[in-house]
């Protein structure tokens, strides 16, 4: 601990990126370590199998991991299993509820294994929901539940701008036009989305353009240019929508599944605790996300001037536009 530092410039997100990094290449958590060493056992009560998860039982489980970790720090041996609370009457109530099950006799009718097998097919209903993109509040430095996340909502008048991005290699030099009201999100997006139920311009569809590369605007980010930089498609989209996976929810699950990040593994880092660029963004580093909107205009602006694709450049549309955005009702900033 040595090299700790304090003040602003502090990070704790960093510096325990750097403790898991030294970790890793210890292995300090490969069981084969300890596999003879005493046995800490260690009993959570894990999260109930038909309930949604919130921030709560994240805040608990990661207080309780202390324990097994200072235990593992001791030279015991810890195994770590993640699972479900299977108590029998919340998810006897589902299946009540799904299959219309009113007396003991309708259980019987439908046989005691069949009904136990109607239990267990939900027991892992709840599975993906736990990999969840929270709302996160830079005025508290913190994520808010989903629940907390969406209570309150404040209008604010944002720009919005339609960006050119030029189909790479295409000889008509044809482009594909997209709609946003995040310029700041543009640094750190990696792919464009597209309808697969659409048919755009020209009779040109929706999956005709999924696979299509394109020009980067930026390239803070060109280490994933082999899996990123094209177009994919999911039926969320009513046009063509840039996706910066760590800024929205759909724009994670969409690079997730089309393998432009790996769930489990670090996402792209753009801005810091406090909202503001790190040093990656190095044309707009330490500027407050929001505050840098009218920079990052700018540059798109005259980042493609030479091309004159449509007249203007990059930039075909600026405006200004009304929408709500959840806000935190603890310090009334914007999420």
């Not at 929508?241 to 432009?260: K, L, M, Q, R």
């Not at 203007?312 to 955005?325: F, K």
């Amino acid at each position: 601990m040595d090299d700790v530092c304090e003040g602003k410039d502090f990070s704790f997100s960093r510096h325990e990126e750097r403790i898991l990094d030294y970790w890793s290449d210890i292995k300090a958590l490969d069981l084969a370590r300890t596999m003879d060493n005493p046995e800490y056992v260690f009993y959570d009560g894990p999260p109930f199998a038909t309930g949604l998860p919130h921030y709560g039982q994240i805040l608990a489980g990661t207080i309780k991991d202390i324990v097994t970790r200072y235990q593992s720090m001791t030279d015991h041996h810890v195994t770590r299993r993640f699972g479900w609370d299977c108590h029998g009457l919340p998810v006897e109530n589902e299946i009540d509820k799904k299959l219309g099950i009113k007396r003991r006799d309708d259980v019987l009718n439908l046989s005691i294994g069949k009904y136990n097998e109607e239990c267990r097919s939900i027991v892992t209903r709840y599975v993906e929901e736990w990999e969840k993109v929270m709302p996160y509040s830079t005025g508290c430095k913190t994520p808010l539940s989903n629940f907390e996340g969406g209570q309150d909502y404040k209008v604010v008048n944002d720009p919005e701008i339609m960006v050119t991005f030029p189909i790479a290699g295409d000889p008509r030099n044809a482009a594909l036009v997209a709609w946003t009201t995040t310029p700041w999100t543009l640094p750190s997006y990696l792919a464009l989305c597209v309808n697969a139920t659409f048919t755009y311009v020209k009779k040109v569809s929706g999956p005709s353009l999924v696979g299509l590369k394109y020009e980067q605007l930026f390239n803070y980010f060109s280490e994933f240019s082999d899996v990123a930089f094209r177009v994919v498609a999911d039926n969320y989209v009513t046009g063509i929508v840039h996706c910066a996976p760590t800024f929205g929810e759909d724009d994670y699950y969409v690079c997730s599944e089309n393998d432009i990040i790996r769930k489990g593994e670090n996402l792209i880092v753009a801005v810091d605790d406090d909202g503001c660029f790190t040093e990656r963004i190095t044309d707009f580093s330490g500027c407050y996300v929001k505050h840098a909107d009218k920079g990052i205009i700018e540059s798109v602006r005259v980042l493609f001037a030479g091309i004159g694709l449509l007249g203007l450049g990059a930039l075909c549309c600026l405006g200004y536009t009304y929408i709500d955005y959840l806000q935190s009702n603890r310090c009334l900033n914007t999420l």
